[in-house]
Nanobody
Framework: QVQLVESGGGLVQAGGSLRLSCAVS????????IGWYRQAPGKQRELVATISNGGSTKYADSVKGRFTISRDNAENTVYLQMNSLKPEDTAVYYC??????????WGQGTQVTVSS
């Protein structure tokens, strides 16, 4: 059973940085896509960034040039480095693991708050 544990959220001033981590356990699937999504109060959950097992990445336009997703396959961990944070980046950030067409696992989320 795949499990995800996020960490690294917190309170930061605008312009600051945070690094989120997503530890993946229980996965024996070599082909997968791991992503970060976020949900702000009153809004739908939205894609932030994804990374495949081969290292291909995709970013939302709103975070391009500021956020970087990476993965350490040896440590089974995916990171989201967030720089130049803005108040509109405030949200609960969720890690997501997908494999095949039927395996879709979410973490519990970590709060990121950016003060102006």
């Amino acid at each position: 059973q795949v499990q995800l544990v996020e960490s690294g959220g917190g309170l930061v001033q605008a312009g600051g940085s945070l690094r989120l981590s997503c530890a993946v356990s229980g996965s024996t699937f070599s082909i997968n896509v791991i992503g970060w999504y976020r949900q702000a109060p009153g809004k739908q959950r939205e894609l932030v960034a994804t990374i495949s097992n081969g290292g291909s990445t995709k970013y939302a336009d709103s975070v391009k040039g500021r956020f970087t997703i990476s993965r350490d396959n040896a440590e089974n961990t995916v990171y989201l480095q967030m720089n130049s944070l803005k108040p509109e980046d405030t949200a609960v950030y969720y890690c997501n693991f997908r494999a095949f067409s039927w395996l879709d696992v979410w973490g519990q989320g970590t709060q990121v708050t950016v003060s102006s």
